[in-house]
């Protein structure tokens, strides 16, 4: 799983009961509330900020390729933000992975930069409102998380 620490964090962790027997690891940003939230999983720290940051995304670029390589993922699951971009396409074009896409459930009138970003590139798109991301390809409504 990769996305940004903050509410992404916790749109994933909400997952933690399927997660439980299941191999998982977590990038995200080597944050205070990240750190705690994340204890007791496998977890690679990314460069934060990402905002109108090149070289911080670039540095991302290069741990996404670094963790994509090691863990060999069966799938990589992403809520949003800077990190889930280049994790997608490293996934999908370079090691032909499945992405899936969970958007947030605050964004029911539009999509997401990140969901637009990653389109192209994502396996399956995951809605918690059945507004969202109308009309788009591989989507899957399935409703509130809480």
Known sequence: MTCSSGGHLDQLLILEPWLRNRDVAIATFNKLDAA???RGWRCYWLAWPTNRRVLNNCRNLFRAWQVIRRERPDVIISSGAAPAVPFFYLARLVWG???????????VDRP???????RPVTSM???QSSSQLAGW?????IGPSR
Do not use: G
Request: with cysteine.
């Open 36 to 38: 705690s939230r994340v």
């Open 97 to 107: 992975i499945p992405t899936v896409y969970l958007e947030c459930l605050d964004r």
């Open 112 to 118: 997401t930069l990140t969901a637009r970003l990653v």
């Open 125 to 127: 798109f995951v809605c």
């Open 137 to 141: 390809p591989r989507r899957v409504d």
